[in-house]
């Protein structure tokens, strides 16, 4: 089915470890997001890329990198992961930077012990 | 400190009645508001949106409202049926005067649960 693919659907890391999240669409869509949603808590972007080539911080950068491969990868990936990452992550992709009908993917649900 | 807020985490209405969710936001500048939809295990689904010039809009059981003077909009989804169960978001943004825009600001969700 088109849309929004994450990989992995779950993951459990020790504190220090360190892992990629990886998100692939393919509709073609110009501009991607990294979101994260934490219990109880609305969505907070961590990083975007309006378009192949560009990335920027979002309102919760901070022990993240981000790498928009080509067009249809954008990754996620956490240098040495803490107890405060453990969150669920959505990935996110729209035609045009900030279109509000964005389509998201199924979320990866990251532990950190 | 949270600029949009949704102060009921959860709503439990019965199938065929209306459901009514809230939301409060503080930032004056936000000018354009959207609800989210969301399922356990799936991404949030763009649900309906409504402009800052508008004070209503529709879209088949889904209406949004729009009360730009006490900063609150509402989504009513009339009539609720099972398939609505699900977390709703409310989320704004603004739209600058070259036509760009900014991203996007969320609530924390309400839960609504319809029962048969």
């Known amino acids: 089915n088109a849309g929004v693919t994450q990989t992995p659907k779950f993951q459990v890391l020790k504190t220090g470890q360190s892992m990629t999240l990886q998100c692939a669409q393919d509709?073609?869509?110009?501009?991607m997001y990294w979101y994260r949603q934490d219990p109880g808590m609305g969505l907070r972007l961590i990083y975007y890329?309006?378009?192949?080539?560009?990335?920027d911080k979002g309102e919760v950068p901070n022990g993240y990198n981000v790498s928009r491969l080509n067009k249809r990868e954008f990754s996620l990936r956490l240098e040495s992961a803490a107890p405060s990452q453990t969150s669920v992550y959505f990935c996110a992709s729209s035609e045009q930077l900030w279109a509000w009908t964005s389509t998201f993917g199924s979320g990866t649900r990251l532990t950190v012990v | 400190d949270q600029q949009v807020k949704q102060n009921s985490p959860s709503l439990s209405v019965q199938e065929g009645r209306i459901s009514i969710l809230n939301c409060d936001y503080t930032n004056s500048m936000f000018d354009y508001f959207l609800w989210y939809k969301k399922y356990p295990a799936e991404g949030p689904t763009f649900l309906i949106s409504i402009s800052s010039i508008k004070d209503k809009n529709e879209d088949g059981r889904f209406t949004v409202f729009l009360n730009k003077s006490a900063k609150h909009l509402s989504l009513h989804i009339v009539p609720s049926q099972p398939g609505d169960s699900a977390v709703y978001f409310c989320?704004?943004?603004?739209?600058?005067?070259?036509?760009?825009?900014?991203?996007?600001?969320f609530g924390k969700g309400t839960h609504l649960i319809i029962q048969p």
């Open positions: 890329s309006a378009s192949e080539g560009t990335t």
């Open positions: 509709m073609n869509h110009n501009s």
């Open positions: 989320a704004a943004s603004y739209i600058y005067s070259g036509g760009g825009a900014d991203g996007l600001t």
